[in-house]
């Protein structure tokens, strides 16, 4: 296997700020995920930290809040430490942190309230994956390229391996990097998906990863809120406009009463979207503060953020959103409803005003 050559030097300095560190439990490498951290954020900070733990390098991993139950399987999850404003915890590690390394975000963005304590190392260092303005240096090492920074730390691995001459695959390692690979490929499905990606997921697989295990427990798994979620979603949902348009509601006594967490709610809307025929999809939740947070899909026919902008809010081209204040939700609900009569509306008047035979080739 062939490990990208641009990582070479990128790797060359970290291996060393981190190999000077082993054996000195006194003097740690501090990993930051960024808040709300991922599947991916946390499978490569656990990864890394197993990894450089072979090489007697001692290292703590701290995150912005507690972490999520479906991502408390991980190998070693138990060992992260959460930032919550405890003056002893901040105190030990701007104490003994050597090297504070900010993982799957860009320098110093998206750390929220442990800014200060990263920026507080006497060194810092960054593994990245997001498109970014960052200029180059010695501790930084950015590729927009890497589907996940899992799939870079597996690369960080392998130049290790070739650097010490040791085997260092593990399977916990190998189980929090192809849990990080899964989440941001969503299981090696989406554009971001290379060559690269699957080399990194083959090195991986060394180990016997359950793979089942990860894919079932990081997409498939249901609470039983969710599974409450998921009904109340569907029959609460009206399509129009030939069923190319979805609008559901979830009121806030619903939520109560099931009283499930914020990611209870991951995927309704992406359920409306799926529905065979919709173009757009909309999923309204009232909030406990009397706000309604909007989340709109789309198909490449409809441009989801223009429909989200009209509400105030915003995103990306097939997923955006938007928080509305002092509406009620019927009121709201109207006014989606009149805004989806314009947008099919305009849709069918292009369609119409398109020539009646394709190009020709
Ligand atoms: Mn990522």
């Known amino acids: ?30 990993l930051y995920p960024h808040v709300n951290a991922d599947g991916d954020a946390l499978g490569s900070s656990l990864g890394l930290a197993l990894l450089l733990e072979r090489l007697g390098v001692a290292v703590d991993i701290i995150v912005g809040e507690a972490v999520p139950g479906k991502l408390g399987f991980l190998p070693a999850a138990s060992r992260i430490l959460v930032h919550d404003g405890d003056a002893a915890l901040e105190r030990r590690l701007t104490e003994r942190q050597a090297l504070a390394i900010g993982i799957d ?49 597996t690369w960080f691995q392998l130049y290790l391996e070739r650097r010490l001459g040791l085997d260092l695959s593990h399977i916990d390692i190998s189980t929090c990097l ?46 039983p809120a969710k599974l409450r979620f998921i009904g109340e979603t569907a029959s609460a949902a009206e399509l129009r406009h030939d069923g190319r348009f979805i609008l559901s509601t979830l009121e806030a006594d619903v939520m109560t009463s099931v009283g499930g967490v914020e990611t209870d709610l991951e995927g309704l809307v992406a359920l409306l979207r799926d529905v065979e025929g919709v173009d757009l999809a909309v999923l309204l939740r009232e909030m406990p503060d009397g706000d309604i947070r909007g989340n709109v899909r789309s198909s490449e026919r409809i441009d989801a953020q223009a429909f989200a902008r009209a509400f105030g809010g915003g995103g990306h081209l097939r997923a955006a959103g938007f928080t509305v204040h002092g509406h009620q939700l019927g009121t709201l609900q109207a006014e989606i409803f009149a805004a989806a009569d314009r947008v099919f509306a305009q849709l069918d008047a292009d369609v119409a005003a398109e020539p009646a035979s394709g190009p020709e080739f």
């Open 1 to 30: 296997m062939d490990l990208p050559r641009a990582y070479i030097p990128g790797f060359a300095a970290l291996a060393d700020a981190c190999l000077e560190l082993a054996g000195r439990p006194e003097r740690r490498v501090v």
């Open 105 to 153: 975000c860009p320098a110093g963005e998206r750390l929220g309230a442990r800014r200060a304590l990263y920026e507080a190392a006497p060194k810092q260092a960054i593994i990245d994956h997001h498109i970014s303005d960052l200029a180059p240096a010695p501790l930084i090492i950015v590729n927009s390229r890497a589907a996940a920074v899992c799939e870079m730390i």
């Open 178 to 223: 192809m849990a990080g690979l899964m989440t941001d490929t969503g299981r090696f499905s989406f554009t971001n998906t290379s060559s690269r990606t699957f080399a990194a997921a083959s090195l991986l697989m060394r180990q016997p990863v359950p793979t089942q295990q990860l894919a079932s427990r990081l997409f498939d798994a249901v609470t």
